[in-house]
């Protein structure tokens, strides 16, 4: 009796805007509901298991393959030096990759609907860092010798990329600019998990309001370049608190709170989000391509933090939340489930995999309509192949997340 009292008024807490009544003969208990949010029934939450969501293990999948396709289509428009190449398999890539811009901005949401709460700050630094910080910095350290043996780096210059791990070598790699980000997520968690926890559905709104409009300031910059504070001397204007990645985290936890309900709108919006974002980014792609020198001007569109971008991964996240699987047992399941679960590993590695199927694929067809799926789904079978192997060693969590 007790805990399905409990679990009744967790749910309550969690899923509605607020509490409108209780259980018959507990009234006694709180003389007002006020007392309510004085209670910690997250912690209560925590003791049941919930249900697998399945929807977000394949959205994971998707969004590991779409991290390896973008990157695949990065040798079809980007130039020496940055600069743009304008060719014919630069507006395929412009087609294929620009619903692939979700994939970071996936990662985020996924990663951010099971990050919270936090009820143990040392543990959950333990257990996120020593998950995503050990495995980074062993491939930072593999991809320093691996530049250093493909002969593009000395190896003078290969020990000091290693010592720059803690400054910003990720960023040199490339794709691995992404953890740096991850972690600073990580750090304010726990500072932001009681919010998130608690927030009214109203003020949750109203920051994914300020956010997106913090997310419409690349076009709006077009117009006006300097707006509400902005200045060589400002790196904080009046939406700074309201930008970046930090908003996918509340985005996810603002549809698990209050948006989990299987509903058929959800799937008519979430379908309306994809094909308006796609359009945007598309277009904005497309057409800058003749005029832009440089891919940094190029890419206007293509922004993490841009509105279009956050429609498109909002419109997915929206069809995927409520997949259910029959019979997580059959092969296919089982399959990407593992997949999912390697997807960090295989996101570390693949783009040493990636360069070598380029150098062999590459030369045996002509167009990119072609080149760019064959080499993505090449590497990325690959990869989780590799990756599927190291997992047997001793320790392996440590190299493949």
Known sequence: MYTAFVRHLCRSYIFDDKLT?????????????????????ISLMTTVKPARNYGLDILRVIACYMV????TGEFYYIGNMG??????????????NSLCRICVPLFVMISGFYLFPVSDTPAFFKKRMSRVAIPFILWCILYAF??????QIDLQTALINILKIPVNYGVEIGHLWFVYMLLGLYLIAPIVSPWVQSASRGVMEFYLALWAIAFSLPYIHLVFPEIWGEAFWNHTPMLYYFSGFLGYVVLANYIKRFHMQHRPGHYVLGVALIIAGYAITTFGFLHRLPTEKYVNTLELTWGFETINVAMMTAGVFLLFKNVTIKNPSAPLMKLVLDVAAKSYGIYLAHIMVL????????????TAAIKIPLIALS????????????????KSKWLVG
């Open 83 to 96: 600069l743009t190449l304008n060719t014919a398999d630069a507006n395929w890539v412009g087609w294929y």
């Open 379 to 394: 590497t990325f079978i690959t990869v989780y192949i590799g990756i599927k192997i190291l997992s047997y060693l001793p």
């Open 355 to 366: 360069n070598a199927w380029h150098a062999t694929l590459d030369k045996y067809f002509e």
């Open 68 to 71: 390896i396709q973008i990157h």
């Open 21 to 41: 009544t209780l259980p018959m003969g507990t009234a006694h208990i709180y003389k007002n509901f006020d007392t309510l949010t004085h209670i910690n029934f």
């Open 146 to 151: 691996y530049y250093y043996f493909i002969g």
